[in-house]
């Protein structure tokens, strides 16, 4: 009994180690002083998460950023980025 629980225990282990290696925690950072305010990031948010603030590109209050990268991609001006992690903040995604 105690050997199938320690067992039981250390596969639990393995397929953590593995699942959080293959994810990693992640932010959307926005750089203003390099955003020109285009709106292509804006157009090409698949859950309109983005919008433009005088003239300057912000994450809404209640946002659904999936940190796809499509923002990242799009920007000509590399103003939008996502960032990996270090830390409790951010998202966990693949
Ligand atoms: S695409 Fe880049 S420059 Fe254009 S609004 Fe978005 S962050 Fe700003
Ligand atoms: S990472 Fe994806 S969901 Fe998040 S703001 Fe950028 S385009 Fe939108």
Same mark, same amino acid.
């Given at each position: 009994?105690?050997? $199938?629980? #320690?067992? $039981?225990?250390?596969l ?5 180690e593995? !699942? ?7 932010e =959307?950072?926005? &750089? ?8 292509i990031c804006?157009? #090409? *948010?698949?859950k309109?998460? =983005?919008? +433009?603030? &005088?003239?300057?590109? @912000? =994450?809404?209050?209640?946002n659904? *950023?999936? +940190?796809?990268?499509?923002?990242? +991609?799009r920007?000509?001006?590399?103003? !939008?980025y996502?960032e990996?992690?270090?830390?409790? $903040?951010g @998202?966990?995604?693949?």
């Amino acid at each position: 009994m105690e050997v $199938t629980f #320690f067992y $039981t225990e250390c596969l639990f282990e393995r397929v953590k180690e593995k !699942i959080m290696a293959e994810i990693k925690l992640k932010e =959307l950072k926005i &750089n203003p002083a390099w955003c020109k305010g285009c709106g292509i990031c804006v157009a #090409f *948010c698949p859950k309109s998460a =983005l919008e +433009l603030v &005088n003239g300057k590109v @912000q =994450l809404k209050i209640d946002n659904h *950023c999936i +940190l796809c990268g499509n923002c990242e +991609l799009r920007c000509p001006d590399y103003a !939008i980025y996502i960032e990996e992690k270090e830390g409790e $903040t951010g @998202q966990w995604v693949k």
